[in-house]
C-alpha cells in the first residue's frame, strides 16, 4: 500500500504523473495518426511515418535534442489544422485507442493515491486538448500540458504557448504546490524518461517506470525505486470505479501533442533504425 491516509492537520500532498510510457503504454499524441489520416489531417505518407515514429520512439525514447527537433517537426505539421476538426475526430476515437494502452499498475497506484487522500496530477509534454480527456477518463484532479497556438480562424498556427517539457515540468509542479498548497517534501512523481529528472527531484519520493537508459543510471546512483509497468488493460474492464465520461463531454484535440511531443522523431528515426529494444526493468512490479 502508499501508506496511511493523509493527516488532514497538515499540509496537503499530490502524486504526479508523467503519461506517455509511465500511465499508458504509447505516445499519447502518436496514436492517433490514423485518425488523422481518416480526417484528412495527414498524407498516408505521413501516418506510415508516424507509426515507425512511434515504433523508435518505444525503442528507446529521446533525448533533449530529439525532443526539441520533435517540437519543431511536428508543430509544423501541425499548422493550419482546424481544431474543431481535430476535437472531433480525437473523441470519436479516445476511448478505443486511449483506454486499452492505460497501465493497470498505473490505475493501481492512481487508486491508492486518492484513497491515501492525496491528489493526483498528470504533467505532460503532450497537448492539453489530448491530455486533459485522459486526466478525466483517469479520474485525475488537475492536469499539466502543452498547449498550442490558435489564431482567430480556429487553426493551429503552429508556435507554441506553453511547453510542459524538462524543467518547466518542475517549476509547474513547484507553482501548483504553492497555489494549492502541497508539501513536496511529502509528495509522489512518476517518469520514464530522464528529461524528468527536474520534476523527480522536486519531490520528495521520486519513482521511476520503465525508465529509459540515462534514468536508470540516475535511480541507481540516487538509489530512486524502479517499478516495471507492462499490464494495459481496459479501465472499465478492470475496475468498476473507473466510470468513463460520456463521449459527448470529452474535451480532445490530439493534433497537440502529435506537434509537441516530439519534434524530430523522424531525424531521430533515420539514426536509430539499427538501434535494438531498451530492455525493461527487472523485477516485477514494486508496490510502495
Not at 212 to 228: H, I, K
Request: with cysteine.
Amino acid at each position: 500500500m502508499l501508506g496511511l491516509v493523509e493527516n488532514h492537520s497538515l499540509p496537503r500532498t499530490a502524486a504526479f504523473f508523467d503519461l506517455d510510457k509511465t500511465v499508458i503504454a504509447k505516445s499519447s499524441t502518436l496514436t492517433f495518426s490514423k485518425s488523422f489520416y481518416r480526417g484528412g489531417l495527414i498524407s498516408r505518407r505521413a501516418a506510415l511515418r508516424t507509426a515507425y515514429i512511434q515504433f523508435v520512439f518505444l525503442a528507446g525514447g529521446a533525448d533533449h535534442d530529439q525532443m526539441e527537433r520533435m517540437r519543431e517537426y511536428l508543430s509544423a505539421l501541425c499548422k493550419g489544422w482546424n481544431v474543431a476538426q481535430v476535437k472531433e475526430l480525437v473523441a470519436e476515437t479516445l476511448h478505443d485507442l486511449i483506454d486499452p494502452i492505460i497501465y493497470d499498475e498505473a490505475a493501481s497506484l492512481i487508486e491508492d493515491h486518492h484513497a491515501a487522500g492525496r491528489d493526483v496530477v498528470i504533467v505532460s509534454t503532450s497537448g492539453a486538448e489530448v491530455v486533459e480527456p485522459i486526466g478525466e477518463m483517469l479520474g485525475a484532479d488537475r492536469v499539466v500540458a502543452t498547449r498550442m497556438v490558435v489564431g482567430e480562424d480556429g487553426c493551429f498556427t503552429g508556435e507554441v504557448e506553453y511547453y510542459a517539457y524538462g524543467p518547466t515540468k518542475a517549476e509547474a509542479v513547484r507553482e501548483l504546490a504553492k497555489s494549492e498548497g502541497y508539501d513536496l517534501s511529502r509528495c509522489y512523481a512518476y517518469s520514464d524518461s530522464a528529461t524528468d529528472i527536474p520534476m523527480l527531484e522536486a519531490v520528495g519520493h521520486p519513482y521511476v517506470v520503465n525508465p529509459d537508459r540515462t534514468l536508470r543510471r540516475e535511480a541507481v546512483a540516487r538509489e530512486w525505486p524502479v517499478l516495471a509497468f507492462d499490464k494495459p488493460v481496459r479501465l472499465k474492464q478492470r475496475l468498476p470505479e473507473f466510470r468513463m465520461p460520456p463521449r459527448p463531454t470529452l474535451v480532445a484535440a490530439a493534433a497537440v501533442g502529435a506537434a509537441v511531443v516530439g519534434a524530430g522523431l523522424v531525424w531521430y528515426a533515420a539514426r536509430r533504425r539499427q538501434a535494438a529494444l531498451t530492455p525493461r526493468p527487472a523485477g516485477d512490479f514494486a508496490r510502495i
